[in-house]
Structure formats: structure tokens, C-alpha cells
């Protein structure tokens, strides 16, 4: 699967490694995997993907994912933010490399210290 030549520098292997917890983008999504396995150019440090891999990501991240009307109601109940402001809340989340859920908790606790 590795040992190719890297497709960035075209100088470096990539060779396997294994990373716990790692977070992995697919699409707008981020999901931490528990043990991730990437290849890494020897000389550069370019990080590539097998299909494999990214399948089994896509995979976790469906598990995790809840039903979209549960997400919807629990958006709408519990957060109050209207669908535009939500898919907002994601990106910014994704470019962060965090949940939007994470994200929120942090901006509540920020303004609950500067509130008191």
C-alpha cells in the first residue's frame, strides 16, 4: 500500500505510520479516529491516504453521526440556531479542526468567565 514514491516532492518514500487519535477532514466533516494508519514521505512529511483507509474514516463518522431530524430538533431546541447559522458554526469548525458542539461549548464557557 505504501513505499511509493511521494506525489508531492517526488523525492521521499512514503512510508506507513500508525497515529492514535487522529483528526481526519472528509468534506466538511471532522472525525477523530482512534488509530489511523498514513502514509508519510520520508523526505517532506507529506501525509497520503490509502482508499482503504479513508473508507474505514468515512465509516466511523457515519456511526457517529445521528439522524438528521434528531439533529435538527436537537439544533433548533437546545442551541436555537436556524440551519444557515448552524452549517456556519460547522465550517468554522472544520477549518479548527474540531466538532461544532466542542466549538459551542467553548464559546459558552468564554462567555460565561467573562460574564462573571
Known amino acids: 500500500m505504501f513505499g511509493y514514491r511521494c506525489q508531492e516532492c517526488g523525492k521521499g518514500i512514503v512510508k506507513p505510520k500508525r497515529v492514535s487519535n487522529y483528526k481526519a477532514r472528509l468534506g466538511n466533516q471532522v ?12 523526505v ?19 456511526q457517529k453521526l445521528k439522524h438528521p431530524e434528531e439533529v435538527k430538533r436537537s439544533r433548533q431546541l437546545t442551541l436555537g440556531f436556524a440551519a444557515r447559522e448552524w452549517r456556519a458554526l460547522q ?10 458542539e466542542e466549538l459551542v461549548k467553548q464559546w459558552v464557557l468564554e462567555r460565561l468567565s467573562q460574564e462573571g
Open 31 to 42: 472525525v477523530v479516529v482512534p488509530i489511523a494508519t498514513i502514509g508519510i514521505c520520508d
Open 44 to 62: 517532506c512529511g507529506a501525509k497520503h491516504y490509502s482508499a482503504a483507509e479513508r473508507k474505514r474514516w468515512r465509516s466511523i463518522l457515519n
Open 91 to 100: 465550517r468554522i469548525a472544520s477549518r479548527q479542526g474540531v466538532f461544532p
